[in-house]
């Protein structure tokens, strides 16, 4: 399955600033793993650093660093 959302910015904010520096391209993308904790083992034995870690009512999300995806917001995520 997939869902595809676009959106465009109103005024000022991240998705502007994402957009300015940036240009017109994908602003996150999220993956649906089965396992966050074997996910995120299986980024870092290849040398991929990965940011915040937090748990919502959606479910678990794992952020990868943004330099590492060319400026794309990508999140593996566990749904809850």
């Keep these: 399955n997939c869902h595809l959302e676009f959106v465009s910015p ?8 994402h957009l300015e520096a940036h240009g017109e391209s994908p602003y996150l993308l999220s993956l649906r793993v089965t ?7 299986y980024m870092a034995a290849r040398g991929i ?5 937090r748990v ?3 479910g678990a999300h794992l952020a990868l660093q943004e330099e590492q ?3 794309v917001k990508l999140e593996l995520v566990l749904p809850g």
């Excluded at 650093?49 to 870690?53: N, R």
């Design 35 to 41: 396992n966050v904790e074997r996910s995120a083992a």
């Design 56 to 58: 919502s009512r959606d």
């Design 49 to 53: 650093a990965l940011g915040d870690q």
């Design 10 to 17: 109103r005024g000022d904010g991240p998705l502007a600033r």
């Design 69 to 71: 995806t060319d400026g």
